[in-house]
């Protein structure tokens, strides 16, 4: 081979590579993270999800690559998340949190597949036609956030057993509160109790909510799930602790931030679910063809520092069932 023609074939590789390495990071899929709570809060839900990709073979930052978009508790922004998303051109779109985060992603596309995690009947909120074959570009995670209401109730009303009434803090927005406030109701009313709804969706709403306890006072009180509730854990703690209610939440960060009781569907099984349906789907699976899956894991946590300070004695056979006790 000539000089010259052996530099110009030297000439070409260099020039190829480039094009090579561009093709090669391209083809790494992007998966879409739309949340209604913040990177905070989402992590150990996020680390969860990981685990279910990597048992598919994607790793973050080896073959597949992450988008996150966070409506940091303000669900108006679901649609203007969901839309930028969609214009990124993910592969895959992960939605969690209130039921609208997931509804905003199926209203901006029809074709990207969507992985959801809702505590709100998905064919009843619209998502799915079908818990089976659910049909279209969407599948997910039902963990049936409504069926704690009762139970967690009853598991205050055990650990306080005196009382009579009860205030129900709810956020008016989510999509899931009047489902779950007619469970309040009829729970209550089975175990003899007098329910005081309490609504907010911001953060001076909160500090409003828990004002009306000193002219309408009230023995226990019950937090429902949400995801604006879980970004201000620590404000709602700090709360119940200065007014002194004894209160069950139903996201284990609370009784971490000096919560006293929590009774949660498990997060851990139901995003980790999210990120094997996310590796399937990169593999080439129908989100149509993935059956809903059920997450029934509950998971009970108590905190004994906070109910040393309400002056309430845990019953042995509360302690027995806690997976989690802080000390």
Known sequence: MRRRDFITLLGGVAVSWPHVARAQQAAVPVIGYLSSRTAETDEP????????????????????????????????RHAALATDLVHRQVAVILSAGDQSASLAAKAATSSIPIVFNTGVDPVQGGLVARINRPGGNVTGVFSQATSLVGKSMSLLRELVPGAKTIAVLDNPTNSGAAQRMKEADESAAALGLQVRLLAASTESGIDTAFATLVSEPADIMQVMVDGFFLTRARQIVTLAARYAIPTI????????????????????????QMGIYAGRILKGQKPGDLPIVLSDKFEMGINLKTAKALGLAVPPTLLALADKVIE
Request: charged share 20%.
């Open 249 to 272: 939440y139903m996201r284990l960060q609370f009784a971490e931030a000096g919560g006293l009781i929590v009774y949660e569907n498990a997060p851990s099984y139901g995003y980790r």
């Open 45 to 76: 839900m996020l680390e969860a999800v990981r685990q279910g990709l990597g048992s598919t073979g994607y790793v973050e930052g080896h073959n597949v690559t992450f988008e996150y978009r966070f409506a940091d508790g303000d669900y108006n």
